[in-house]
């Protein structure tokens, strides 16, 4: 079973720049989460979608994060115009129903310039 | 108070030893609990899930769950230096909708 796919794996940027991360989740899964992790702390949650709909988006900085799931399969998470202090991991995870167990992606690391 | 407290460490415990971390959490709402394992650089994986009351055991992994307490630990029996890791406490409450809390992690370092 092909696990979570994640694209870029490492993106390199100017703060005000734009950015676009993309997510494929296992194949059935149809609960997709992005998190944030900045290094020493645990992930945050950023979003998290059942099958196509926002279940909790309660930390995402709307002001400039944005994140679809068109068609309840893969994601997208877009940061316009990127912070300093967006230089993290991001990771997305998958997992069959919301209380179950996440299979997380390889990430993409952020360096906001 | 943060939502999902985890003891930073790093925890050092000689190869063969038991390593035991520890987590709470404030919501009383919580239902669902996880340890991840995440080493240096990459993802979490799952180590175990617990959601009742009590002890779980997979081989040398024990998860304990105290709702009265709002306390779940994670034993490791015979450590080895390959446990040396981050491990993550993970805490879905369904207080508000189904969300995942993940806390700071502990650093265990397991000397050979």
């Known amino acids: 079973e092909a696990g979570v796919a994640q694209s870029p794996r490492y993106k390199i940027i100017e703060k005000r720049q734009s950015v676009a991360f993309w997510c494929n989740p296992i194949s059935g899964h149809a609960t997709l989460y992005w998190y944030q992790q900045i290094l020493g702390q645990g992930p945050k949650l950023l979003i998290q979608f059942q099958n196509n709909g926002v279940v909790d988006d309660s930390q995402l900085p709307k002001d400039r994060f944005s994140a679809e799931r068109l068609k309840g399969v893969d994601s997208t998470l877009k940061i316009q115009p990127a912070k300093l202090e967006d230089s993290a991991v991001y990771l997305c995870a998958s997992s069959t129903y919301r209380e179950e167990t996440q299979y997380f992606g390889p990430g993409t690391r952020l360096l906001v310039l | 108070q943060k939502e999902v407290e985890q003891n930073s460490g790093p925890l050092s415990v000689p190869e063969g030893a038991i390593a035991s971390l520890n987590c709470t ?3 009383r709402g919580s239902q669902s609990f996880f340890w991840y394992r995440q080493y240096s650089g990459k993802s979490p994986e799952l180590i175990m899930f617990i959601y009742s009351n009590g002890d779980k055991e997979d081989g040398r992994f024990t998860a304990q769950l105290n709702k009265a307490s709002q306390y779940v630990s994670l034993l490791i029996r015979d450590s080895q230096p390959s446990d040396s890791a981050t491990y993550l406490c993970a805490v879905i409450s369904n207080t508000g909708g189904f969300k995942t809390i993940f806390g700071a992690g502990t650093r265990l370092f397991v000397k050979a």
């Open chain 2, 25 to 27: 959490y404030s919501d």
